[in-house]
């Protein structure tokens, strides 16, 4: 089984066994790839159908970033305890993912910041607090790199991730328009940041 990164600290201790994070590796990318895929698209209808190629895309996709083993890039997973008749891999009950980057817009600029990507929590375990955990511990992944600044986006009718986003302490930026924007086929992208409290020793002057 794979150990908890020291570097990410657990749920705080309860009477009931509490899920916690750690990186993700490719033994998980079959469970990611689940979570992920049924957290942002929907198999009714007509979209059965396609569900299956929409999977094979982001297995391809997931695989190769963990494959790169980027020192800038983590891809962290949200572990309950097993539970019973379980088939979990490595015997890990993965409920929830998400993805930190570094991002530099251009080599001569200094606004270096973490880029969120793809939270997701599988369904039968929201409400429960987990994708704020797994923000926070990409909060812990920034300040290992020695970087203090986050971004990520969010669909401005996505009003719940929102209302997350806005708990963790994001706030928005930049309101991005497209041309399916503005014709009214897709909500407005809000590009929304968090900025860390930096240690005394490297505030003072």
């Not at 996505?158 to 806005?166: C, E, G, T, V």
């Amino acid at each position: 089984m794979v150990q908890a990164d020291p570097n990410i600290s657990p749920l705080v201790a309860s009477a009931a066994p509490q899920p916690h994070v750690r990186p993700a590796d490719l033994r998980d990318l079959d469970r990611l790839t689940d979570v992920l895929t049924a957290s942002f698209y929907d198999r009714d209808g007509w979209r059965q159908w396609v569900y299956p190629f929409i999977r094979l895309g982001i297995y391809e996709d997931l695989k190769q970033r963990l494959k790169a083993q980027s020192p800038r890039y983590a891809c962290l997973a949200a572990i309950a305890a097993p539970t019973a008749g379980s088939t979990a891999i490595h015997g890990d009950v993965i409920v929830g993912t998400v993805e930190a980057s570094l991002r530099q817009p251009w080599p001569w600029q200094g606004d270096r910041h973490v880029y969120i990507s793809n939270l997701a929590v599988d369904q039968t375990f929201r409400r429960q607090g987990i994708a704020l955990i797994l923000l926070r511990s990409c909060e812990q992944v920034a300040q290992r790199w020695g970087l203090y600044e986050l971004h990520l986006h969010v669909m401005e009718d996505n009003l719940a991730a929102r209302a997350l986003y806005r708990k963790a302490g994001f706030s928005v930026v930049q309101t991005e328009d497209s041309p399916a924007s503005w014709l009214g086929l897709q909500a407005r992208r809000l590009l929304l940041r968090k900025t860390l409290q930096r240690p005394s020793h490297l505030t003072r002057l």
